[in-house]
């Protein structure tokens, strides 16, 4: 049973922009806190936004000041606007769902099978 399920990745320029999407089952949609990690090639997941169900959204700060994640509570749907983008921003992106809104990828419940982004300079 896919329960996230990620889209809107691609290949742009620098400078382009991309949104991507996250389309989540009724449970996960309502936990506590969903969020976007992404993976380089041969590097760590790292948090990129993370959005609670009451409070207040947070940025790595790599990504301050150019991308924005919201949420359509009418589709169930996260949202990464990625505005800006660079070639270091070149990564696996994940949508992912849990209890708490984690720095590190740990302590998330659930992972989405991810998009690509590739950014050329």
């Known amino acids: 049973q896919v329960q996230l399920v990620e889209s809107g990745g691609g290949s742009v320029q620098a400078g382009g922009s991309l949104r991507l999407s996250c389309v989540a089952s009724?449970?996960?949609?309502?936990?506590?806190?969903m969020g976007w990690f992404r993976q380089a090639a041969e590097k760590e997941r790292e948090g990129v936004a993370s959005?609670?169900?009451?409070?207040?959204?947070t940025y790595a700060d790599s990504v301050k000041g150019r991308f924005s994640i919201s949420k359509d509570n009418a589709k169930n749907t996260l949202y990464l606007q990625m505005n800006g983008l660079k070639p270091e921003d070149t990564a696996m992106y994940y949508c992912?769902?849990?209890?708490?809104?984690?720095?590190?990828?740990?302590?998330?419940?659930?992972w989405g099978q991810g998009t690509r982004v590739t950014v050329s300079s």
């Open positions: 992912a769902a849990g209890s708490v809104c984690a720095t590190g990828p740990r302590r998330w419940d659930t």
């Open positions: 009724e449970y996960h949609y309502r936990q506590n806190c």
């Open positions: 959005i609670p169900r009451y409070g207040v959204t």
